[in-house]
């Protein structure tokens, strides 16, 4: 304490005189903080950043398919079989070229199709007199899909294809007399020949 000072006088004294002192330390306290706040967030964007960068990027698969589901859906462009594409586009171009060619002489792709008693479609647009998940309806099958009319279908020009190499229309008329076309005319027999040969060719090219 200065000699002749009051004790009052005194502590005003030494409270001016530490006053800068603690301005300065208080700043400098105060710049820190925010300067290591700083440096913890640029930190942990960059690290979200490189691991987003370093992600990758799962799409999804293209279909194989899609340019022969385009060709199949140009050749049955407004029929109901076109609902059909998607799966009539997973199998070879042989069995597809039979399902569209075939479908064409015996409903129209689908207009002319067998119906279940409540008027259902049966998809059906095969002529297939084998019987579906929903039995037989104007003595053809019945499916219950689309998908499923496909894979019975499919399945059966396939073992005629594989099993005894039917794979043109000429030796595929089985699918219209049997194993014997001794019933049909010959007339009827070149007609389906040469109506399924059409659509077959276009797909099968």
Known sequence: MT???????????????????????????????FLALSLLITGLLYGAAFR???????????????????????????YPIEAMAPYIARHRKVTAAFLVGIAKKESNWGKRIPRSVDGADCYNYWGYRGEGSRGMAMGHGCFGSRREA????????????????????????????????????????????????????????
């Open 3 to 33: 000699k002749g000072m009051s004790p009052i006088e005194a502590e005003k004294q030494a409270s001016v005189a530490f006053s800068p002192a603690i301005l300065r330390l208080s700043s400098s306290a105060c710049f820190s903080v």
């Open 52 to 78: 987003v960068s370093q992600m990758a990027i799962v799409s999804s698969p293209a279909n194989p398919n899609a340019a022969f589901e385009r060709s199949v859906r140009e050749v049955v462009d407004g």
């Open 150 to 205: 496909i894979a019975v279908v499919s399945k059966r020009i396939d073992a005629l294809v594989d099993e005894y190499q039917f794979d043109t229309p000429e030796e595929l008329i089985v699918w219209k007399c049997g194993w014997n076309c001794a019933g049909h005319s010959q007339e009827s027999v070149k007609k389906w020949i040469s109506d399924v040969k059409i659509y077959f060719n276009k797909v099968n090219n």
